[in-house]
């Protein structure tokens, strides 16, 4: 027996208990939230968990958010801000930097020269404390969100806010480019060293506005 036929026939017996009918439904008997909370302790556990990824929470309401992401932009002082096509221009309406547009001829090296980016998001997850971004035009192309070191995204609370991931999942299109940020870029080596800012920014700035 070769070993191409010894693999096929470990794969074979390992689905052996598979249904054969492929449009057979899939069982989902998992838990779809840990605990209930009230719509406020799932916002509240969403800015936790947040934080504890080491990225910087900031609560606002609609009429004060143009003023506070010029705060946001005035403290890190960068001269340029990369903004997406579908971002509600009264987002920005007071802020000083300079507006990049995301455009398909961009090269990495442009948008290398950007410091900051502001985006809204797609969903954010309470439980793990991430927040999604799929590519509507309020949050462009993943690369905007990838390359600028510094990125304030903003979230809509609570209409965009779930507790866990499944029902994360039930409000996205899985066809879509989805990019899942859990915190400012990091990673660790084997010392457990931590090095922010490798594959991302290296602050991430949520807003939560109502």
Do not use: F, K
Request: aromatic residues 2%; negative net charge.
């Amino acid at each position: 027996m070769s070993s191409r036929e010894r693999i096929l026939g470990r794969v074979r017996r390992a689905l052996a208990d598979v249904p054969p009918d492929e449009d057979a439904p899939v069982e989902r008997d998992y838990l779809r939230e840990h605990g209930e909370r009230t719509v406020e302790e799932t916002v509240d556990l969403l800015a936790e968990n947040l934080a504890d990824y080491r990225a910087v929470v900031h609560r606002t309401d609609s009429e004060e958010l143009p003023y506070l992401i010029m705060r946001l932009l005035a403290q890190r002082g960068p001269q340029y801000v990369l903004v997406p096509p579908g971002l509600p221009p009264e987002w920005m309406s007071a802020a000083d930097p300079t507006r990049v547009h995301d455009r398909a001829v961009s090269t990495a090296q442009e948008l290398d020269q950007v410091e900051s980016v502001a985006t809204g998001c797609a969903v954010a997850v309470a439980e793990t404390g991430t927040i999604v971004l799929d590519g509507s035009p309020d949050q462009g192309r993943r690369r905007i969100s990838l390359i600028p070191d510094h990125h304030i995204c903003v979230v809509r609370v609570p209409d965009q806010v779930v507790a866990s991931v499944p029902q994360a999942l039930e409000r996205l299109d899985l066809a879509r480019p989805l990019t899942w940020i859990s915190g400012p870029s990091a990673t660790s080596d084997i010392e457990l060293d931590r090095v922010e800012g490798v594959h991302g920014p290296r602050t991430l700035e949520v807003v939560l506005v109502r």
